[in-house]
């Protein structure tokens, strides 16, 4: 059932003078959650960005269903069933939001040959989509830069699900999300695997991935520091393994209560992740040991 | 400064949207002017001033509708007013020269715009330079070649007769005719002016292409990241404003029959100008083409209202700079309340 989508192998990437990546291996299959984690800088958006053609590798191969590609741009990818939403590169601010939902993916009317837009067979079908996403947008003629940043990326992430047929791949989905929002994202991450996509999901917070992972890989300055499938780790490696063992100590005690917490109550995922981060942020500016 | 916010907030989202249209300041604008040199000029309202102003506008607005289009899509075109010659002395020149056939030269004509805009939009693609330099650059070269090239070939800096070629009355009745209708006389140029207004209003707001302009302009990174070809759309566009400026080339032609080769350069600020008051954000990703044609209806009214008012011409281009800037701030308005949260 599990049929390997695509597979990077000992891939490379500089940008100028910049190392952002050196020998990832990676390799997604069918129905698959595979995350990727690591701090900031680390190269989590440059292999997303190889992955859907936005950027070239420089070395390794990346390989779709056994054959070598290499894209030029990020239709031959989207062409090959690879959907994308991107930390930075997400929407058009002054676009309305139908408009930015079917960008790049415009549905014709068939009586005009799929030259004229049929502008209200794209609308519904946009608050169809964000409604689902349990975003009740009954204006979608706004401009998109008037939602908020979780409802932007939303409506990038409905996109997104609606267009990728094969592989989607989602950029820190769940950094600018409330935790009611975030829980949606990772129910809609679970559907598409279900579905049988493969999805790339790349956070910051162990614990989202941990809640849907597969397979994880770690990295670290560009370079892989570790790839498990989940019958080989449990939570506590994960982040054991993200944080950097001598920093181990001080993690735990700063997660020691928001984790007692969340044994109490379930889905309250998204706000301990912004507490967790803040503090790794502010950690990074000690020296390292 | 919030009480009108509120306001605002509180209307129905219908009315909402009508604020925020980007045409509306620039039929304010044209309101206005024509109220007030129907006030003060007595023969502004006659059916013949109709016409005239009619044709004063369509020769910006022919222009404004592919500029208006490029600017929605992040760009400008500084060789706009100075392609609009090379396109009649062209035509002109290689009637002259080489048959005696007017239509070779309008197709040759057409070949060259199109090729000038090509090469706009292929170096903004390939050398990533803003598009001020690099049709500042295709300007300047411009200017030279029609003055150096009419030198060289006719002696002098206007081109040579054609008005006794073969198919000059066929063309001049495409490009230079006019008809009377009621006392009202519409010259070719409104008809063409309608026609691609029509066109390039239906193609912004319905097709895939228009939803690719506004994109490119709004946002050229996310644009492409969704799979929009963002060189290949600015290079159509930069065509755009190569099949206006043929138009516009043919008319200046077979209107007066010979053609000045020092001409149209300054005009494309004026193209610039009435896409701006027509609610065009210079930086893109915004405006309309409708908008477009309020503008060079404002500077019909107002070029050919102030002769009728009997005021010293000199302070037109005074009264255009004012109104741009104007525009450029009410645009600026217009789109930050479109970019502003929702609450
Ligand atoms: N376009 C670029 N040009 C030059 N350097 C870049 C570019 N994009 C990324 N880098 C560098 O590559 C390295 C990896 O960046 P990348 O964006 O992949 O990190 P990341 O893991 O996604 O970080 P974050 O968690 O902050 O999103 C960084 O050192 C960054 O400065
Ligand atoms: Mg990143």
């Not at chain 2, 066929?170 to 029509?198: D, M, N, P, Q, Y």
Request: aromatic share 8%; glycine share 12%.
């Amino acid at each position: 059932m599990s049929s390997e989508l695509l597979a990077l192998k000992g891939v490379g990437k500089t940008y100028g003078t910049v190392r952002a990546l050196q020998d990832v291996s990676l390799t997604l299959r069918s129905g698959e959650i595979s995350c990727v984690l690591g701090d900031n800088g680390a190269g989590k958006s440059t292999l997303i960005k190889i992955i859907a053609g936005l950027h070239q590798h420089d070395e390794g191969s990346y390989t779709i269903g056994g054959e070598e590609v290499r894209f030029g741009s990020p239709r031959e990818a989207l062409d090959r069933g690879i959907a994308t939403v991107y930390q930075d590169l997400a929407v058009v601010p002054l676009m309305p939001v139908w408009r930015n939902f079917f960008l790049g993916s415009e549905q014709g009317m068939r009586r005009w040959g799929g030259l004229r837009l049929d502008a209200d067979a794209m609308r519904a079908t946009t608050r169809e989509a964000l409604a689902k996403m349990g975003i009740d947008l009954h204006d979608v003629d706004r401009p998109i830069g008037t939602l908020s940043g979780g409802q932007r990326q939303c409506v990038a992430i409905a996109r997104a699900v609606h267009f990728g047929a094969e592989v989607l791949i989602l950029d820190e989905p769940t950094a600018a999300l409330g935790v009611k929002q975030s829980g949606v994202v990772l129910k809609y991450v679970t559907a598409a695997r279900d579905a049988g996509l493969g999805v790339v999901l790349i956070t910051h917070n162990p614990h989202h991935a941990y809640l849907v992972g597969d397979h994880f890989t770690l990295l670290k300055r560009g370079r892989m520091a570790g790839s498990h499938p989940r019958a080989e780790i449990s939570l506590e490696q994960l982040t054991t393994e993200m944080a950097g063992g001598s920093d181990l100590a001080e993690l735990s005690h700063e997660l020691a209560r928001p984790s007692d917490s969340r044994n109490s109550s379930g889905s309250s995922g998204s706000s301990d992740s912004r507490n967790s981060s803040d503090s790794r942020d502010s950690r990074e500016e000690r020296p390292q040991p | 400064m919030s009480t009108p916010d509120l306001l605002v907030q509180d209307r129905p989202a219908a009315l909402r949207r009508l604020l925020a249209r980007p045409e509306l300041g620039s039929l304010i604008a044209a309101v206005a002017v024509f109220v007030v040199f129907a006030v003060v000029a007595e023969p502004f309202l006659r059916v013949s001033s109709l016409g005239t102003v009619l044709y004063a506008a369509s020769t910006i607005g022919i222009m404004a509708v592919p500029v208006s289009l490029l600017m929605i899509g992040g760009e400008f075109d500084l060789s706009a007013g100075v392609v609009v010659t090379t396109a009649a002395l062209t035509s002109s020149m290689v009637s002259y020269q080489f048959t005696a056939v007017t239509w070779v030269g309008v197709l040759v004509s057409l070949v060259t715009t199109l090729a000038i805009g090509w090469f706009n939009g292929w170096m903004l693609g390939r050398t990533k330079l803003p598009s001020f330099i690099v049709t500042l650059g295709t300007f300047l070269m411009l200017t030279g070649a029609n003055l150096g090239v009419t030198k060289a070939i006719s002696g002098t800096v206007s081109t040579k007769s054609i008005a006794d070629m073969q198919g000059f009355e066929s063309c001049r009745w495409l490009f230079a005719s006019e008809v009377t209708i009621g006392g009202l006389t519409v010259k070719a140029t409104v008809w063409w002016w309608l026609g691609l207004l029509a066109i390039g209003s239906w193609v912004l707001l319905r097709t895939r292409f228009g939803n690719w302009i506004f994109a490119v302009g709004g946002d050229a990174d996310a644009a492409r990241a969704v799979g929009v070809p963002v060189a290949r759309t600015k290079t159509v566009l930069y065509l755009g404003v190569g099949f206006g400026a043929w138009v516009l080339g043919q008319h200046l032609l077979f209107s007066f029959d010979t053609v000045q080769s020092g001409e149209g350069s300054g005009n494309e600020l004026i193209y610039i100008v009435a896409a701006v008051i027509g609610g065009c954000l210079i930086t893109g990703g915004y405006g309309s083409v409708a908008g477009s044609a309020l503008g060079a209806l404002i500077f019909g009214m107002a070029s050919k209202g102030i002769i009728y008012a009997q005021w010293n011409p000199d302070w037109f281009k005074f009264f255009l700079g004012a109104m741009l800037l104007l525009a450029a701030l009410l645009n600026a308005y217009v789109k930050r309340r479109a970019e502003r949260g929702p609450r």
